[in-house]
């Protein structure tokens, strides 16, 4: 069963308990001042999913800020508004009680459209099944968690058979990005190396189109401008998803016309102390990157750099 079919079995629970109308639950969006609708139960069908409210705005909102229970027993539309009804839906709600969870990590409300429907004990129930719901929550995400590890793991098995499966260097780094997009769930995987001079890099290992009209056999790029090249200037990790990072700088810079990428990764890769190639992950789309995900490609690119300091040492030897 999946976390939704989880959240929407107890938010039904919870209607049931107390005789409500809708149950909802917001939970608040990491880095900002906005609640979400996460999961909910009616009796009706006109619930607004996927409703955002900021911090502060209406009866959730009120809770959310100040972290602290609310009950209305005879609802006045002058002193605030619940939001996630249409207008004429919700003005047939005559009660509300509202509760947040453990964490400010959201808030848990139930309505009803008959007054005086809630008492100061329901109140205290009420919050024992927010500690229930965030209790699961953080079960879930564990077991998610764990399962995503698992699944990481078991690519790493099938990259760390590549080297001595795959010799050659330019199929062996095709099949290692195909492996870290099919993992990553980014689109694009491919890696850029840096001449011998400094001056520019190439791209390598790209299958799917990113740059229209550009050879990139032939074509050497600005190592003086765009995020790559800023990368490869600092010899610093990037990381740009959903929640974090400089979204919507040039990849290549802005004299290259390019997809624009809402999720970049990219990661230097040092062979004989120097930053000489960049592992890079691109996607179109915003992309949670979390610490697991960074770990992984980590291990990743560490998995690649020592595959290139051996071929600059054979290089040197013979």
């Known amino acids: ?25 917001f939970l608040r969006d990491p880095g900002r001042d906005i609640c979400r609708i996460a999961a909910s139960f009616s009796l009706g069908d006109s619930i607004s999913t996927g409703y955002e409210i900021k911090t502060g705005t209406g009866l ?4 959310a800020k100040n972290d602290k229970p609310l009950l209305i ?12 009804y249409p207008r004429e839906s919700e003005s047939k709600i005559k009660a509300f009680m509202g509760c947040p969870l453990p964490q400010e990590a959201g808030v848990l409300c139930v309505d009803s459209k008959k007054t005086y429907s809630f008492s100061d004990k329901d109140q205290k129930i009420l919050y024992q099944f927010a500690q229930l719901v965030q209790d699961i ?8 968690h764990s399962l995503k590890s698992r699944e990481y793991y078991r690519y790493l098995a099938l990259i760390q058979e590549l080297r001595q499966r795959v010799p050659k ?4 780094l095709q099949q290692l990005l195909e492996l870290l997009s099919q993992s990553t769930g980014f689109s694009h995987c491919f890696m850029a190396a840096r001449d011998e001079r400094g001056e520019g890099y190439f791209i390598e290992g790209l299958q799917q189109e990113i740059l229209p009209r550009v050879n990139l056999k032939e074509h050497k790029f600005n190592i003086d401008s765009g995020l790559l090249g800023w990368a490869f200037k600092h010899g610093s990790p990037v990381f740009s998803g959903l929640h974090e990072g400089p979204a919507g700088l040039p990849l290549f810079g802005k004299e290259v016309p390019a997809k624009q990428f809402k999720s970049v ?13 960049l592992l890079v992950l691109a996607d179109t789309g915003a992309l949670p990157i979390d610490e697991e995900l960074k770990g992984f490609v980590y291990m990743v690119g560490d998995y690649l750099g020592l595959f290139l300091e051996n071929l600059y040492l054979k290089s040197r030897i013979s």
């Open 73 to 84: 027993n005879n609802f006045d539309r002058d002193e605030g508004c619940l939001g996630y």
């Open 1 to 25: 069963m999946n976390n939704d079919k989880w959240l929407s079995r107890i938010l039904g629970l919870v209607c049931s308990v107390f005789d409500g109308y809708s149950t909802v639950l």
């Open 60 to 63: 959730v909102g009120w809770i």
């Open 265 to 277: 990764i990219c990661l230097p890769l040092v062979v004989h102390r120097k930053t000489r190639g």
């Open 137 to 144: 929550r953080q079960g879930l995400m564990q077991a998610d």
């Open 169 to 172: 260097w330019r199929s062996f």
